[in-house]
């Protein structure tokens, strides 16, 4: 089931919660609604690949437990902000600046995602405890010239 609280005033935050599953469609169609048309495959595929972790990684799948999504969007800034129930975990990341800096193949799963995650967002931040992630993008929207 998705919880969904809408703002009240257009500049709000608006939050969703869901049970831990990697059946996402419905909530990363969602949290996608207002995002220009050409950002939305690369934002998508950032989101749920946070979204994974946190119901994977965080909640171990358990049904139980909830991830939580606040987000809003103030001008041409969107934010999202994904919190888990979690044990938390400490990010120990650098992404490859060189063929070299590749790990190896048995460890070459581990670390892609939050490679991807700082490739694709603008602000990549984890609390102190590692249960929730701020992700925010800066996006122009295209204006539409009339002829």
């Given at each position: 089931?998705?919880?969904?609280?809408?703002?009240?005033?257009?500049?709000?935050?608006?939050?969703?919660?869901?049970?831990?599953?990697?059946?996402?469609?419905?909530?990363?169609?969602?949290?996608?609604?207002?995002?220009?048309?050409?950002?939305?495959?690369?934002?998508?595929?950032?989101?749920?690949?946070?979204?994974?972790?946190?119901?994977?990684?965080?909640?171990?799948?358990?049904?139980?437990?909830?991830?939580?999504?606040?987000?809003?969007?103030?001008?041409?800034?969107?934010?999202?902000?994904?919190?888990?129930?979690?044990?938390?975990?400490?990010?120990?990341?650098?992404?490859?600046?060189?063929?070299?800096?590749?790990?190896?193949?048995?460890?070459?799963?581990?670390?892609?995602?939050?490679?991807?995650?700082?490739?694709?967002?603008?602000?990549?931040?984890?609390?102190?405890?590692?249960?929730?992630?701020?992700?925010?993008?800066?996006v122009k929207r295209e204006q539409t010239i009339w002829r």
């Amino acid at each position: 089931m998705i919880s969904i609280s809408l703002p009240v005033k257009k500049e709000s935050w608006a939050t969703m919660s869901f049970a831990s599953t990697l059946y996402l469609c419905p909530v990363l169609d969602i949290l996608l609604a207002k995002i220009p048309d050409q950002w939305r495959p690369e934002i998508r595929l950032g989101l749920q690949e946070a979204l994974v972790n946190a119901a994977k990684h965080g909640n171990n799948l358990d049904p139980s437990k909830q991830v939580s999504v606040q987000f809003s969007v103030t001008d041409n800034l969107y934010t999202w902000i994904i919190t888990d129930q979690g044990t938390g975990f400490k990010p120990n990341y650098s992404c490859p600046s060189t063929p070299e800096d590749l790990l190896p193949p048995e460890e070459s799963e581990r670390g892609r995602g939050l490679c991807l995650l700082h490739q694709i967002f603008d602000r990549v931040h984890w609390n102190q405890q590692g249960t929730q992630l701020r992700l925010s993008k800066r996006v122009k929207r295209e204006q539409t010239i009339w002829r």
